[in-house]
């Protein structure tokens, strides 16, 4: 993502999309592609692999920031 761009509460941005100066992914869409475009969430079970995918992010940041350790050489 780069300069101004806004990413509003309850959307997704894929993998390798590229989100441009100022753009801005309204909630409950997907930002796709280089350069990404905006697309809104189409239906119930698609939100429901987003929420799964947000959550299962989420605990993957809290395991590793409690669970790794500095390495020193």
Do not use: F
């Not at 409950?28 to 929420?51: C, D, F």
């Amino acid at each position: 993502m780069v300069n101004r761009a806004r990413v509003e509460v309850g959307s997704v941005v894929g993998a390798c999309a590229l989100v441009t100066e100022d753009a801005v992914v309204p909630a409950g869409h997907m930002a796709l592609g280089v350069p990404a475009r905006s697309r809104p969430v189409a239906g119930n079970e698609q939100q429901k692999w987003i929420e799964y995918g947000v959550r299962e992010y989420v605990a993957s940041g809290r395991k590793y920031r409690t669970g790794l350790r500095r390495l020193t050489t």
